[in-house]
T-cell receptor
Framework: GAVVSQHPSWVICKSGTSVKIECRSLDFQATTMFWYRQFPKQSLMLMATSNEGSKATYEQGVEKDKFLINHASLTLSTLTVTSAHPEDSSFYIC?????????????FGEGSRLTVL | TQLLEQSPQFLSIQEGENLTVYCNSSSVFSSLQWYRQEPGEGPVLLVTVVTGGEVKKLKRLTFQFGDARKDSSLHITAAQTGDTGLYLCAGKDSGGGADGLTFGKGTHLIIQP
């Protein structure tokens, strides 16, 4: 199957700092990538859609100034958590759809665990 | 808004037992995916079912798509401790989220040795 990779897999930062998480599609090009947040024992919550060459589309209730998304190339999307606070601590996951397949499958990154002290 | 009801939410059984996880909806999906997620990792695609009534097998896992493409089940035979994880179903249709999918809330499965 298609491969999506995230980096870093975990990060610890101080309150007030910014953290960048990268999401790469390794063997296909993705004009669109998706970012999720997952709380313990819960399912995935879609945060935003990252669009290559244009602005991201945010889900209702997600602060776009807090979660900056950049999709500068067809294989890379980044999520920057700005001025992070402890309540931003969570598991962040990205996904992308392989254009070579038409069954709607999403391929997920390994996830990034953010802990804000 | 489409909903995909997944049950049970939590399940803890002994190694060697059988189990079934269900995903039900009143909506029709063009396809349905099952994912497994282990702690600290992203979801991994297990299978995609597309045709109503379709049955797919992946070793000890059997996936079925309902005839009307509104529901699906995952049956695990002789569960092993390595089957422990969060199982997510996700239906694809135009009524889903921006990612095109409607996710179930997940089934947390624990297989005890």
């Amino acid at each position: 199957g298609a491969v999506v990779s995230q980096h870093p897999s975990w990060v610890i930062c101080k309150s007030g700092t910014s953290v960048k998480i990268e999401c790469r599609s390794l063997d296909f090009q993705a004009t669109t990538m998706f970012w999720y947040r997952q709380f313990p024992k819960q399912s995935l919550m879609l945060m935003a859609t990252s669009n290559e060459g244009s602005k991201a589309t945010y889900e209702q209730g997600v602060e776009k100034d807090k979660f900056l998304i950049n999709h500068a190339s067809l294989t890379l999307s980044t999520l920057t958590v700005t001025s992070a606070h402890p309540e931003d601590s969570s598991f962040y996951i990205c996904s992308a759809r392989d254009p070579r397949q038409n069954t709607g499958e999403l391929f997920f990154g390994e996830g990034s665990r953010l802990t804000v002290l | 808004t489409q909903l995909l009801e997944q049950s049970p939410q939590f399940l803890s059984i002994q190694e060697g037992e059988n189990l079934t996880v269900y995903c039900n909806s009143s909506s029709v999906f063009s396809s349905l995916q099952w994912y497994r997620q282990e702690p600290g990792e992203g979801p991994v695609l297990l299978v995609t079912v597309v045709t109503g009534g379709e049955v797919k097998k992946l070793k000890r896992l059997t996936f079925q798509f309902g005839d009307a493409r509104k529901d699906s089940s995952l049956h695990i035979t002789a569960a092993q401790t390595g089957d422990t994880g969060l199982y997510l179903c996700a239906g694809k249709d135009s009524g889903g989220g921006a990612d095109g999918l409607t996710f179930g809330k997940g089934t947390h499965l624990i297989i005890q040795p």
